[in-house]
Nanobody, 119 residues
Framework: QVQLVESGGGLVQAGGSLRLSCAASGSMARFGTMAWYRQAPGKEREWVTNIMRDGRTNYADSVKGRFTISRDNTKNTVYLEMNSLKPEDTAVYYC?????????????WGQGTQVTVSS
């Protein structure tokens, strides 16, 4: 059984910073691509960024240059450093992790953490 536990959300003023963490666990699991998504009120969930196991990263244009994704493979944890936050970054942030158990690869979601940016 794979579990993801997120932490680090909160309330911050515009221009401020927050760091999110998502720790993955699961016996016999090997974790591949890790990603962050977000969902603002009344909107669809959208992809924000991802990081491959080898460290290659991709970012949505809306966060490029402000957000940084990283991972620690020894801890099976992915991080999202968010700087220069804007009110439009307000959303519930979800981590998503690809996990391989045996020959089966599945994607798992974290429980979500609220990020609120006040103007």
């Amino acid at each position: 059984q794979v579990q993801l536990v997120e932490s680090g959300g909160g309330l911050v003023q515009a221009g401020g910073s927050l760091r999110l963490s998502c720790a993955a666990s699961g016996s016999m699991a090997r974790f591949g691509t890790m990603a962050w998504y977000r969902q603002a009120p009344g909107k669809e969930r959208e992809w924000v960024t991802n990081i491959m196991r080898d460290g290659r990263t991709n970012y949505a244009d809306s966060v490029k240059g402000r957000f940084t994704i990283s991972r620690d493979n020894t801890k099976n944890t992915v991080y999202l450093e968010m700087n220069s936050l804007k009110p439009e970054d307000t959303a519930v942030y979800y981590c998503n992790v690809a996990a391989k158990v045996g020959d089966v690869i599945k994607n798992y979601w974290g429980q979500g953490t609220q990020v609120t940016v006040s103007s």
